[in-house]
């Protein structure tokens, strides 16, 4: 919640597991991804990384469209994307989101 302060609009308190990925399920429809993407995410990175990527994703689009930029013009094909380069080892996503967290604490 610290990296991605955005998962405080989902409306409810994420304090396990089963209601963080039961956050991803419910958030991957708000960034297009249709549910084809959610289930190659779970497959390929498991429910808690699906989950992440999903509120990473989310983070990254309202930070994106807040700035102006709108350099995401596609927040499920990116979401499909990232889960894409995890798989493949070519980002942490852990990484990321420690990353995320100690700039915004900063």
Request: aromatic share 6%.
């Amino acid at each position: 919640m610290e990296a991605c302060p955005i998962v405080l609009n989902y409306g409810r308190p994420i304090r396990t597991i089963d209601e963080l990925v039961g956050a991803g399920r419910y958030l991957r429809a708000s960034l297009g991804a249709h549910e084809s993407a959610w289930t190659e995410a779970i497959a390929e990175i498991g429910p808690v990384g699906a989950a992440a990527a999903v509120i990473y994703v989310l983070q990254l689009y309202d930070d994106d469209v807040s700035s102006g930029l709108q350099k995401i013009r596609n927040p499920g094909g990116y979401f499909r994307a990232l889960v894409r380069l995890v798989k493949s080892g070519k980002i942490n996503l852990m990484v990321e989101l420690l990353a995320r967290r100690r700039k915004r604490l900063a």
